[in-house]
């Protein structure tokens, strides 16, 4: 019951988040763009590697992005293809990887 209901509020989040970002100002210090093109620069410019992914019901993806030093990335890409990053952050610590027969998948 507690697995199920933690992945709810994150579903939740991602897609408050998604709507966050469709409404922010012209001021705000959102970067959107392509995809490729966003994974390219942050390949370059901070060595980070896709560490994982999921999908947000029907309608985002939510990409994690980390380096060898522990500077990570969050990329959200919605369902028109509009990429954008939706956090950043310092000190990312991996921690023992989850099994699909830990979830009972």
């Not at 370059?44 to 939510?62: E, L, S």
Request: charge should be neutral; charged fraction near 10%.
């Amino acid at each position: 019951m507690a697995h199920k209901f933690s992945f709810r509020w994150i579903r939740i989040a991602a897609i408050g988040a998604a709507l966050v970002l469709s409404t922010l100002s012209a001021q705000a210090q959102v970067i959107c763009g392509g995809h490729s093109d966003l994974v390219a620069g942050l390949a370059q410019a901070f060595q980070q590697k896709q560490i994982g992914y999921g999908v947000v019901g029907q309608a985002a993806i939510v990409e994690v992005y980390v380096s060898a030093s522990g500077t990570w990335t969050m990329l959200i890409t919605d369902v028109q293809g509009r990429s954008c990053i939706f956090a950043t952050g310092d000190g990312w610590e991996n921690t023992v990887p989850v099994t699909a027969t830990a979830q009972g998948i």
